[in-house]
């Protein structure tokens, strides 16, 4: 269309420079106003808030209606002009259309008319045909649309539309009748029918044009009567605006001014506290309404970065919980901060990957009247303080300990000290603090050395411990152990000393006792063996050293144990500790009195001469003093008590190598020498007996072997009836030593009793003599042969010795009927009642049992009625001095006639002559043994004995 793109610019433009004019006015307004009030001197002004705020209220809301106003008219003027500029469109791009189809149905036309038999041709002309009365209908709709010309412009279009309309309807019409006359095959009339088209195409073309000039003129009017109304709308608004500015500006420009001083004012502090939070330490942050950062400082940078998150446009919450917070803690105090005018305040805990860190948050809202309103946050990492403050907590903790704690200046002036310190010293805190502390303390008993070397050794290494005497308040000394340490400025000067000490007096009093107690007798108060041992050890150097000698006195009371036993172990305690008391008296105070231990205590007495008799003589005075000593009575409440003392002497001299076990030994030595002597006597010690203990502890060493290294071996010494039947025969073991040869039972039966080896050689014996019985049992000519088995007091106190003699025979097959187990009385003696028991079941098993040694004892007749044997063993010495001494004989008749009242048999041992047989026959003994018939021999003697071969006595 010709006139749309001027009609457009002219329209904008005038409503871009209407509106660029009232904003230019407005602002120019705005600056006079706020410049006259800048120039005005600034008064003490009381400016009443509300009526003015309401007049500020008012004048916004009439300025927004007016705006509101103004842009609706404008807005509803710029879619009526679209509206009509789309129709108006329409129209000029319809007409343009118009114009054109004219032309081509003219043409089409006078083309049909030249070639009737086209086909083409003729569908070309009902294309447009039916193309162009759709236009027409679009147009006349657009036309009828049209209601913005004026009223004289919309009468002339009406008209200049209706010819129009009559024009092109002509022209359609003709064309028409050309395409229905060759449609009909009427040829002939097509010429005449074109050349009517084409006369009413020009009218049709003219009528075209002619509306196309008529709506662009009624356009035209139609922008200039709407650019007027814009100018004078315009207008309007400006002046309204500039009216309501004028009305209220003026009343409130002293307002203004004030407020505007006051933003100064404002703006000045906020820029100071801008500053002052970019520059704190605590981390700021500002967030929107949605709890977005919006302003942070430097802090919160640093703050914020070691999480790795951004800094701002973020959620405080998601910030807070990137750092390592808790998400439940920290939406609670976002939540509280809104809702409490006072804010919220939290200590957060951060969750590192190598550490805990705690943070200290504050949160307020921005507005406290709106929830809606931003937050500001300020946070504080107190990890450091927090472990300052534990650090206090501990170090207070620490001075108030069980330990005195007092910490001085560099002139060792008191400046603080804990509880502990007056408990200890007795002094107040009052009189402590401002004193010096040698002033205080210092006890006396250390040199002026002392003190130096303890103030060296702070100068050189900061720092000093040791045990020290203080006093107390009372003046009581006392020990402490005291720490000091020196504490230092940046250049290394010492400034104070902490000194950190504990009263020991009990720890020194708890290590004399333990001492005591591992180097005295509890009891007497006399060293002990330790202690002992420790002081013969240095008399053994002293005497290499300078050539003296000492001796060593072994005493023993002699019968202790009855006034134990009679009176009570708190009597003999009493009697120990007078017997010490008198001990002590008889010594110098360099010799060493000891108890080792029950009754027996060592003297040992040092530096005595070096000629080792002169050094005897010595000894045995002082021996004989003690033995005096020791005899006199020690009264008692009601009775007194005498007790002697056996004394065994050692000599050390200077020229013999001796060691503390030696010496004891052989004090030991020489104190049993004492006892075999009768008691209450003094023996020195004795190298040959000394070799005879050491060959008899060498014999039992040996005798642990023997057993499990199979050197013992079994004879049997035969046993005869007074018709020289053998009946029977006694096991005595041998020992086959590999260096001593064939040892006979005398030598080591004894060292065996002393110890649990007799029980092996017993249970040895038995079970090799049941082996051999069961090898006998079976021979034709045994008869009622028997085995007789020596038994020890220790075996048969055995709680498992019956059990052993019945697996013995289960397990050999040997007859229990034949086997005959041998008891001494003193066996019997002492346990009678569960000797008959033990004896009774062996009875019960079939074994046999006899009394060996019968007289030799203390043997009883009021038991032996009870006792369950079957034979009496007389002794050999009865029998060997039988004609020498008549008593002898008349034990041996006695027993005889005895063991007759009481059916019992009788076998007399060491039968060596015929006369003593001949005796033995006619006192009525039923059994005899003894070199006469046969000594002791191996298994195989008694098996030939038993073949009825003669065997010659070896």
């Known amino acids: 269309m010709r006139f749309a793109p001027w009609a457009d610019s002219q329209v904008w433009l005038v409503s871009a420079l209407l509106a660029a004019a009232v904003i230019l006015l407005v602002l120019h307004v705005s600056m006079r106003l706020a410049n006259r009030a800048l120039s005005q001197p600034e008064p003490d002004l009381h400016v009443s808030g509300p009526p003015v705020q309401l007049r500020v209220r008012v004048a916004m809301y009439l300025i927004l209606v007016v705006a509101g106003a103004y842009a609706g008219l404008q807005a509803w003027n710029a879619l009526q002009w679209q509206r009509a500029q789309h129709v108006e469109s329409r129209i000029s791009d319809a007409l343009f259309l118009q114009r054109s189809a004219g032309r081509e149905l003219m043409r089409q036309s006078a083309l049909l008319g030249q070639r009737t038999s086209d086909a083409q041709a003729r569908d070309a002309l009902a294309a447009v045909l039916h193309g162009e009365a759709a236009r027409s209908a679009s147009l006349q709709a657009d036309l009828a649309s049209a209601a913005w010309y004026r009223e004289d412009d919309a009468v002339e279009v009406a008209e200049q539309v209706a010819r129009w309309r009559s024009e092109r309807a002509r022209l359609y019409v003709a064309a028409q009748e050309v395409l229905h006359l060759v449609g009909m095959g009427a040829n002939a009339a097509v010429p005449a029918r074109v050349t009517q088209v084409l006369r009413a195409g020009g009218p049709a073309l003219a009528a075209t044009e002619a509306l196309d000039a008529l709506v662009h003129r009624a356009t035209e009017h139609r922008l200039q009567r709407q650019a007027s109304l814009i100018a004078l709308s315009s207008f309007t608004v400006v002046l309204v605006i500039v009216g309501i500015a004028f009305v209220v500006i003026e009343p409130t420009t002293k307002t203004l001014r004030e407020q505007y001083r006051r933003l100064r004012m404002q703006s000045r502090e906020l820029a100071r506290l801008a500053m002052v939070a970019s520059r704190t330490e605590s981390a700021v942050a500002l967030t929107d309404r949605n709890g977005r950062v919006d302003w942070v400082n430097e802090a919160y940078r640093r703050f914020i970065s070691a999480a790795r998150a951004p800094e701002a446009d973020v959620p405080l919450a998601s910030a807070l919980v990137a750092h390592g917070a808790a998400r439940d803690e920290v939406e609670a105090l976002l939540a509280q901060a809104r809702l409490q005018p006072q804010g919220a305040q939290a200590l957060l805990r951060i969750q590192g990957a190598q550490d805990e860190r705690w943070i200290e948050v504050d949160v307020r809202t921005l507005d406290p009247q709106g929830r809606d309103a931003g937050l500001v946050m300020m946070a504080r990492d107190v990890t450091e303080r927090r472990r300052a403050h534990a650090k206090q907590r501990i170090a207070a903790i620490a001075f108030d300990s069980l330990e005195a704690v007092v910490i001085t200046d560099a002139a060792q002036r008191i400046l603080r000290v804990n509880p502990a310190f007056c408990r200890i010293t007795g002094f107040s805190q009052e009189e402590a603090v401002g004193s010096t502390t040698a002033a205080l303390l210092k006890s006396g008993r250390h040199g002026p050395e002392f003190y130096q070397a303890m103030w060296a050794a702070l100068t050189a290494h900061r720092r000093w411990q040791g045990e020290i005497w203080n006093r107390r308040k009372s003046g009581e000394v006392y020990p402490e152990w005291l720490s000091i340490t020196a504490v230092t400025d940046e250049q290394g000067e010492i400034t104070n000393f902490v000194a950190v000490f504990s009263d020991i007096t009990e720890k020194k009093r708890a290590d004399e006792t333990i001492h005591n107690l591992a180097f005295y007798d509890a009891l007497t108060g006399l060293p002990n ?255 009622p042969f028997c085995v007789a088995v020596n038994v020890s007091a220790r075996q048969f106190q055995r709680d498992d010795f019956v059990e052993g003699v019945r697996g013995a025979l289960r397990r050999t097959g040997a007859d229990p009927h034949r086997l005959v187990l041998e008891l001494t009385e003193s066996t019997l003696l002492g346990r009678v009642d569960e000797a008959i028991e033990t004896m009774q079941s062996l009875r019960a098993t079939g074994v046999r049992m006899a009394i060996d040694d019968f007289g030799t004892g203390h043997s009883s007749l009021s038991y032996l009625s009870r006792l369950p044997v079957d034979y009496l063993k007389i002794d050999r010495a009865f029998v060997q001095h039988m004609h020498a001494r008549r008593s002898d004989e008349v034990i041996v008749r006695t027993i005889i006639g005895m063991a007759r009242s009481l059916r019992l048999g009788v076998i007399a041992e060491g039968v060596e002559t015929s006369a003593q047989l001949a005796a033995l026959e006619a006192f009525g003994c039923d059994a005899f043994q003894g070199y006469l018939f046969a000594k002791p021999g191996p298994a195989e003697h008694v098996s030939r004995r038993l073949d009825g071969e003669c065997v010659t006595p070896a």
């Open 529 to 783: 063996r330790r202690l002992l041992l420790d002081r013969l050890t240095q008399s053994l150097h002293a005497g290499r050293r300078h050539g003296l000698s000492a001796a060593l006195l072994f005493i023993d009371l002699d019968k202790f144990k009855a006034l134990n036993d009679l009176k009570g172990h708190e009597m003999g305690d009493r009697l120990l500790v007078e017997t010490a008391r008198r001990l002590q008296a008889c010594v110098r105070a360099s010799d060493t009195v000891a108890r080792l231990g029950g009754d027996e205590f060592v003297v040992l007495l040092n530096d005595l001469s070096g000629d080792a008799a002169h050094a005897a003589m010595d000894a045995e005075t002082v021996a004989e003093k003690i033995r005096d000593t020791v005899e006199a009575p020690v009264p008692f409440e009601g009775f007194e008590w005498r007790v002697t003392a056996s004394i065994g002497v050692s000599l050390l001299t200077g020229e013999v190598a001796h060691t503390v076990e030696d010496v004891l030994k052989r004090a030991d030595l020489a104190m049993y020498e004492a006892k075999r002597a009768g008691r209450n006597a003094i023996r020195f010690f004795d190298p040959a007996r000394q070799a005879e203990v050491e060959a008899h502890v060498q014999l039992a060493a040996d005798l642990g072997h023997a057993v499990a290294s199979d050197e013992l071996r079994l004879h049997y010494q035969p046993q005869f009836d007074a018709a020289g039947q053998m009946v029977g025969a006694e096991a005595l073991v041998r020992w086959a030593h590999p260096r001593e040869g064939l040892v006979p039972p005398g030598a080591f039966i004894p060292v065996a009793e002393e110890s649990d080896l007799i029980v092996q050689v017993g249970e040895w014996l038995l079970e090799r003599a049941c082996r051999d019985l069961a090898a006998w049992q079976g021979h034709p000519d045994a008869g």
